[in-house]
């Protein structure tokens, strides 16, 4: 695919940031700040739900996997927002509604390109649950997207119109929030576009790495961090955070 999914694609500009030494000194990689903790930080997971685990009608490789280190980094936090993928049946991202498409295959909807996908996370199914594994009882706050039938929500934040916001920036701000640590499934589709917004929201954005699993669709994965870069999101492991 030659966008993503209809938007303007930027070149990757590559490099290494270095900090310039006076004198003979050498020039030293310039070290990532870890994020803290604390009351205006929340962590934010992306659609760990049945269907994006193995099992699962679209099921991420690995996604159950994400479930005990998201449980370790919850315990951390006193804020957590889940988001939940939450369709109607028949919705417009559907392949099965499509006469002679396929899932994977790209159509263009009156917003722009969409990903064709299997049936999935079909409000009130076993497979819109999330993951039984999942323990966030202090979780404040489930976000559902999707639930409009035509048209797609990929974003924590913004619908794929690019216009339709699900509230999720006003609750935050109104919690006081600054930083979002952002957690789930899958890397390179719903925790991407989530980032993204979060960073455009004006939020301080972190992705912790080894807290997601991706589709990886033609190159999806490396678009995703790139994107994600270009907006200033910091790609994490859990290890970084502290507090």
């Not at 369709?87 to 499509?98: C, L, M, V």
């Not at 961090?225 to 492991?237: K, P, S």
Request: charged share 25%; with cysteine; aromatic share 8%.
């Amino acid at each position: 695919m030659a966008d993503r999914f209809g938007f303007d694609r930027r070149e990757l500009i590559a490099g290494a940031t270095v900090l310039a030494a006076a004198g003979n000194a050498k020039a030293e990689e310039t070290p990532v700040d870890k994020p803290v903790i604390d009351e205006r930080t929340v962590l934010l997971v992306v659609d760990v739900q049945n269907d994006f685990c193995p099992g699962g009608s679209l099921a991420v490789a690995g996604g159950d996997e994400v479930v005990p280190v998201i449980n370790a980094l919850a315990k951390r936090f006193p804020h957590v927002v889940l988001t939940q993928d939450w369709h109607p049946p028949g919705h417009s991202s559907f392949a099965s509604i499509h006469p002679g498409r396929k899932p994977f295959e790209l159509v263009q909807m009156p917003y722009g390109g969409q990903v064709l996908w299997p049936d999935h996370c079909v409000q009130g199914t076993k497979g819109a649950e999330f993951h039984a594994g999942l323990d966030l009882p202090h979780a404040q706050t489930v976000i559902r997207k999707g639930y409009r039938r035509e048209v797609d929500s990929y974003s924590g934040f913004v619908e794929a119109d690019r216009r339709t916001s699900t509230g999720l920036t006003g609750y935050l701000r109104e919690r006081g929030i600054l930083r979002v640590v952002i957690a789930g499934l899958a890397t390179d589709f719903c925790v991407n576009w989530t980032a993204q917004d979060a960073a455009r929201a004006g939020f301080e954005t972190y992705v912790v790495e080894d807290a997601c699993r991706a589709i990886d669709l033609e190159g999806s994965l490396a678009r995703a961090w790139a994107e994600m870069a270009e907006l200033d999101v910091t790609r994490i492991r859990a290890s970084d955070l502290r507090g």
